[in-house]
């Protein structure tokens, strides 16, 4: 049969009018796709920093020998971890798989409310928990209400593809790679033991247990130089903490022999340490260059490793960031920017006194939840015992809210503890937009580019809220450190950047998004696409496909199926 078409292939090539195959085309399927995020990431880091980057196959990979992405912008406007994991596994926005941030008030079982995370599950427990942890509550996708990249890989197959997440945090690890998947992996906080979940497996594979064993741990504290202490927060913004993740996704990598399998696996990595660090120290943090450079090097490790155990002319890599970054108080003070920290429990504060006074509450309830930004989460059944309905209660909250911001300057600090002067927030600062989400879920946003990211933000687990943008360079919380949640583009500006024998390499500029991620892996696999899907195929970096496109590139007669 292969001599047959061997035939047929010299003899097309023969004839008259025939097509040769172009060099610039492929004939493969990657036998491995790696999507790599990297947490608090923002777009303009790669090229700012590419004169530091000194490895063959870390950040060069891409920018060298891969696709770079000048231009990548993510289009909603809740830009917080889950969410932008979430996204870019499903290729979709919130208003596709519903995660809204990393935690929402909800109403539990019981009927009372309780703070809950994008990924906790009571039916689950942890597995792989030191002695003495928490076990419970457990974690899954479930919140995840669309398929994954990963999901319609595994659907694809029928279950032989394999599938992973891998990531410091849960939701990472959990949201970009999704339900169907063989795994996820994280860290616990205080040991630093990776852990998973009842929902994959009763308890860690034999290789995990091994590495939790090694002594991967106590070398990484001793390279970070933090002999005790929490291991997530005190050695997780070290670059040997990067390390330590990537040395745990090798292992996994080699002892579930992705890559081998004779169909397609994928591996979701998520660096979450650019963002531990980056909240304490801001994106113009010389620790935060140092980070980066580590990463560079980590990835050196990581792919020269992957080159050695699949090769990596069989791999598939997208990098990507889950958001960006706005720039610390004090460096847009120190460049004239109009830039404020707005003190949360402050406002939040008067906020419940504006509408108490409007509608005193019964049983000495309290109105606002809180919550994370964007959103300031209502009481819906503090409302409804006055007789005040969802669209009355929002209107109020974001009424009482701009008022606040214009009339009270102590909520406001512009650097150095100092207050601003009165009127200083109300012109020109102040909110820069506020919506009810009554009419986010009924469509009644203007028809603008913001009002398409607003849409984009929705998501039913909020129940009653405000979506809150604050204006440009006015952060809520301390005026220390720096943060991310915004629809402004130093929040929405990642990197997009692709390797692979299927892509032509070269730096383009054209406006993409990271949901274009699962739609263009979906297409040179040839799976269905996830099921909410918003991105598009980037066709524009994709060398012309002479090969099947099949995803079981080595199947066995045993595995083959007759057509139906």
């Not at 689950?124 to 990963?150: F, H, I, M, N, W």
């Not at 169907?180 to 290789?207: Q, V």
């Not at 155990?309 to 958001?323: E, I, K, M, P, Y």
Request: aromatic share 10%; with cysteine.
């Amino acid at each position: 049969m292969r001599v047959f078409g061997s035939f047929l292939l010299v003899v097309s090539l023969l004839l008259p009018g025939s097509i040769p195959m172009r060099a610039d085309a492929y004939h493969a399927t990657p036998k491995l796709v790696v999507v790599l995020v990297l947490d608090q990431f923002r777009g303009d880091y790669l090229d700012r920093y590419r004169d530091d980057f000194k490895t063959p196959n870390g950040f060069n990979l891409f920018l060298k020998k891969g696709v770079h992405f000048t231009d990548c912008y993510y289009d909603y406007g809740n830009l917080i971890t889950a969410a932008g994991h979430s996204t870019i596994g499903t290729g979709s926005y919130t208003d596709g798989h519903k995660i809204p941030g990393n935690e929402w008030w909800e109403q539990g079982p019981n009927g009372k409310l309780r703070l809950v995370t994008s990924v906790s599950d009571d039916r689950y427990k942890l597995v792989g928990v030191p002695d003495g942890g928490e076990v419970s509550p457990g974690a899954s996708p479930y919140r995840e209400a669309a398929s994954t990249l990963g999901d319609e890989l595994e659907l694809a197959t029928q279950g032989r593809a394999k599938v992973f997440g891998v990531s410091f945090k849960d939701r990472a690890a959990i949201l970009t790679s999704g339900h169907a998947t063989k795994g996820a992996f994280w860290t616990d906080h205080e040991s630093g033991a990776f852990i998973t979940s009842t929902y994959w497996m009763p308890e860690l594979p034999a290789w995990a247990k091994a590495f939790n064993a090694s002594d991967e741990r106590e070398n990484a504290r001793k390279a970070a130089g933090v002999p005790t202490g929490n291991f997530y927060e005190e050695v997780g913004q070290k670059p040997a903490a990067v390390q330590y993740l990537v040395d745990f996704a090798k292992a996994l990598v080699k002892n579930e022999n992705l890559g081998k399998n004779g169909v397609t696996d994928m591996l979701t990595l998520s660096i979450s340490n650019t963002d531990i660090l980056g909240h304490k120290v801001g994106p113009d943090s010389p620790r935060q260059r140092e980070m980066i450079d580590g990463v560079d090097v980590s990835l050196n490790d990581f792919f020269t490793f992957l080159d050695k155990q699949v090769g990596l002319q069989n791999v598939a890599v997208a990098l990507t960031g889950d958001h960006g970054v706005a720039p610390t108080m004090e460096a847009a003070n120190n460049a004239q920017m109009p830039s404020v920290a707005i003190k949360s429990g402050a406002l939040m504060k008067a906020l419940e006194a504006g509408l108490q006074k409007k509608w005193p509450a019964k049983h000495d309830q309290k109105y606002v939840l809180g919550g994370q930004y964007p959103y300031i989460q209502l009481n819906q059944e503090a409302f409804e015992a006055v007789h005040v309905n969802e669209l009355e209660a929002e209107t109020a909250a974001a009424q009482v809210l701009q008022s606040e911001l214009a009339d009270d300057p102590s909520i406001g600090i512009k650097r150095s503890g100092q207050a601003i002067p009165a009127g200083r927030l109300a012109d020109p600062l102040g909110l820069g937009s506020v919506y009810p989400v009554a009419k986010m879920r009924s469509g009644e946003i203007p028809d603008t580019e913001l009002g398409r990211r607003i849409l984009h933000s929705y998501s039913p687990y909020v129940g009653w809220a405000i979506w809150v943008n604050f204006s440009a360079f006015q952060f809520p919380g301390s005026e220390k450190g720096a943060t991310h949640y915004s629809s402004f583009a130093y929040d929405r500006h990642v990197p997009l950047d692709f390797y692979g024998a299927m892509f032509i390499p070269g730096t383009y500029h054209d406006r993409v998004a990271p949901v274009d991620i699962a739609a263009t892996f979906a297409s040179i696999l040839r799976v269905n696409q996830p099921s909410s899907i918003e991105g598009k195929v980037l066709t524009q970096v994709m060398k012309p496909d002479t090969g099947s496109g099949a995803i079981a590139h080595d199947r066995s007669a045993g595995q083959r199926r007759a057509a139906h």
